[in-house]
């Protein structure tokens, strides 16, 4: 069964930093593209970043490069974001999401605030 599990998000002031996680279990974790969303209540999900199987290769979304990074460790079957300099409309649920045979896989979310 595939489970992905988020953790890390909260409440974080403009311009400060936040590190999410998501633990994966389930499949195979070190073949799998690894992507995370966010998501605005009303609005569609947006990609993030995403990260290939070996962690070579990110791809970021414009709003977010220079200031995201994601990294996986695929020992600890675990894919990761890092968020500097935060800005209000960062704020969003952020979700770990993959595709394992043609299934996409959510995990459970993390609420990241940027506010003063």
């Known amino acids: 069964q595939v489970q992905l599990v988020e953790s890390g998000g909260g409440l974080v002031q403009p311009g400060g930093s936040r590190s999410l996680s998501c633990a994966a279990s389930?499949?195979?974790?070190?073949?799998?593209?690894m992507n995370w969303y966010r998501q605005v209540p009303g609005e569609e999900r947006e990609l993030v970043a995403s990260?290939?199987?070996?962690?070579?290769?990110?791809n970021y979304a414009d709003s977010v490069k220079g200031r995201f990074t994601i990294s996986r460790d695929n020992a600890k079957r675990t894919v990761y974001l890092q968020m500097n300099s935060l800005l209000p409309e960062d704020t969003a649920v952020y979700y770990c999401?993959?595709?394992?045979?043609?299934?996409?896989?959510w995990g459970q979310g993390a609420q990241v605030t940027v506010s003063s």
């Open positions: 990260i290939s199987s070996s962690g070579v290769e990110t």
């Open positions: 389930g499949f195979s974790f070190s073949t799998y593209t």
């Open positions: 999401i993959t595709r394992v045979w043609g299934v996409e896989y």
